[in-house]
């Protein structure tokens, strides 16, 4: 049971770095530049200071994004073998150069497998302030994994993992639930 506990810690840190990687490639252009002034002493430089307005005003989304997944098994690996669905949704409020509000969240459910399709449901539960809730932009993704879960000291093995980006959505209105369908083979 520690072992099936650790091993879902694990999956989960995994497929957070995967659901992330989408965000690591928003600054592209390579630029290093730190906002500051040159001395002109050499070697000699001051950063600008940094200023973050706290009394924006903000407004509170609260609702829930459900994932109903349908997964195909067309990859070799044993019947007894989980399936884990994950999920993720990213935001960064288009005010973060004000409020520097960034959003990420993730989820993860264990697949039923019935044959050659398993199926599962992930709920993100979510309450965000944000400035301006009306034109932000919530980015979604998913991740499946197989893997087979050690008994021993051998670590758990990823058989087979999928993951793509869904359709990036609007914030959705407060207290709604939004539903997304994911038809998707492993």
């Known amino acids: 049971m520690r072992q099936l506990r650790i ?9 957070l770095a995967g659901v992330t990687l989408p965000l690591w490639g928003q600054n592209a252009s390579g630029s290093t530049a730190v906002p500051g002034v040159l001395n002109p002493r050499p070697g000699s430089a001051q950063l600008a200071p940094m200023h ?14 459900v994932f109903n997944f349908t997964i195909t098994v067309d990859s070799t690996f044993a ?3 989980p399936i884990y669905c994950e999920v993720g949704a990213s935001l960064a409020d288009d005010a973060v ?19 050659s399709t398993a199926k599962c449901t992930v709920t993100i539960p979510y309450s965000w302030s944000l400035v301006t809730p009306s034109t932000d ?14 008994t021993t000291s051998i ?14 959505i609007p914030v959705p209105a407060n207290e709604t639930t939004t539903t ?6 492993i």
């Not at 091993?7 to 497929?15: D, E, H, Q, T």
């Not at 520097?100 to 993860?108: D, K, N, V």
């Not at 997304?180 to 083979?185: L, N, V």
């Open 97 to 115: 150069s004000a409020t520097g509000r960034e959003i990420t969240e993730s989820a993860a459910a264990t697949a039923t497998r019935t044959g």
């Open 7 to 15: 091993m879902r810690i694990v999956l989960f840190c995994v497929c």
């Open 79 to 81: 019947t007894t073998t």
């Open 180 to 185: 997304q369908s994911i038809a998707a083979t």
């Open 155 to 168: 670590p758990t093995v990823a058989l087979r993992t999928t993951g793509q980006s869904l359709p990036s």
């Open 52 to 65: 973050m307005v706290s009394d924006v005003s903000t407004t509170t989304r609260a609702g829930k994004l």
């Open 137 to 150: 932009i919530v980015f979604l993704s998913y991740t499946i994994i197989a893997a087979n879960v050690s």
